[in-house]
DNA sequence: TATCTAACTTAACAACGTTTACTGACAGGC
DNA sequence: GCCTGTCAGTAAACGTTGTTAAGTTAGATA
């Protein structure tokens, strides 16, 4: 029935398939015919692509990943490290926020296949960013000198990932179930300062060390 | 070739099997003819007992809060609140990382179900127990006395999901899969301090709001 | 002894990921 | 102008999943 290229950028194609799946029906409602039907294949042409569903997944979010890096990127633009810290936190939560379904499936999906040493390098831009800026903070006088930046980066980063997480689970506000997206956002932005007041408070320069 | 109650304890027999094997293969490697196997009867007497998968999954988390909430009572035996939270976030960190795929079960699993108000209520026993240390150590002078109790408890449970989650998910670690054990684990103890040390900076009294 | 019922199983269902075997359509060589 | 090979895609099937429907069997009751 068919022949020869049909469509040079099918893989690319299969992917924005299944990424726009993944957020509909999050990561365990995606299925490999899910997918094939909204490309207007057969799902065992997938298959011509990639090996199996796992490494599709795993191709998606090294997309996702270049996403939200992007996003990070994008917003931070103040001029001084802890507005930048404050800014990259409240933009992750935001992408996670808005991409609920992405996000399981990067962060909370199973454990990792074998992914390439280049995926896990362009994976850890985000947390080399944050260390960079918080190196610059403690060049600029805005943390304390002794300021471990890989150790604060873990810290900030489990943060906003914690948050992240616990308000898309929709575990923390009281009720179970995803709670309404206003309320959601306002407390998550709350929390999001708190914590950035509390990393500020603690690397502060000239209140000793920890 | 079966009658009469065969075991009184079926039910809590069943949620046994589940759990075990929860933590053995993770919640997405579960199935309802491994659970039956474990236990000795076919996969259809499950339903029997259980309405679903889901409520099945339900229950057994249930069961795992309780323990978890021993857990991490057991472990706050410190008399000022300082010692206490810094007790409960390191009980709290310790427990997910024995007990990877229950932890993923009870905080990562999809949305929850309709799950009844009393478990809801005793779901938050832990979150409970850690506003009423911070409002005691606001009484106590140890913390600062506008501290908002639920915000808080909110950011601490944060961090230590967040810490929890990335630990067991592998991500945190530069490298994919889980690493050693023991540097997860020394790893994971900095950063509990680190969060436990930005806190109290952050709630210390005297130093002015936020 | 006959009947009822609780407790459990076997067989089957649709849907899943995946593999095998197939079907066309085009390209190049003669 | 035809043969042949290969590429792109499909249909059918496999084993496994959660789940349901239809038995089956052992003990209690009449």
Redesign the pocket.
């Known amino acids: 029935?068919?022949?020869?290229?049909?469509?040079p950028r099918?893989a690319a194609d299969i992917i924005e398939a299944a990424a726009t799946l993944v957020e509909e029906f999050g990561p365990e409602g995606?299925?490999?015919?899910?997918v094939?039907e909204r490309i207007?294949?057969?799902?065992?042409?997938i298959?011509?692509y990639f090996k199996?569903?796992?490494q599709l997944l795993d191709e998606t979010v090294n997309r996702a990943y270049d996403w939200f890096a992007e996003a990070l990127e994008r917003a931070q633009t103040g001029t001084t490290a802890p507005e930048r810290i404050r800014q990259g936190a409240h933009a992750y939560v935001a992408w996670g926020l808005a991409n609920p379904g992405m996000y399981r499936l990067m962060f909370e999906w199973g454990y990792l296949g074998d992914i390439s040493e280049d995926a896990i390098f362009a994976r850890r831009a985000g947390w080399r960013r944050t260390r960079n800026v918080l190196e610059r903070g403690v060049e600029d006088g805005a943390y304390r000198p002794d300021l471990d930046s890989a150790l604060a980066a873990d810290t900030i980063w489990v943060g906003v990932h914690g948050l992240t997480s616990l308000a898309i689970s929709g575990r923390m506000f009281g009720n179970p179930g995803v709670a309404d997206p206003a309320v959601v956002n306002a407390r998550s932005h709350q929390l999001a300062d708190a914590l950035a007041d509390s990393w500020e408070s603690a690397w502060r320069p000239g209140l000793g060390a920890s």
């Open positions: 029935m068919a022949a020869r290229p049909a469509n099918m995606i299925t490999m015919r899910m094939a207007g294949y057969s799902a065992t042409t298959y011509l199996n569903k796992e």
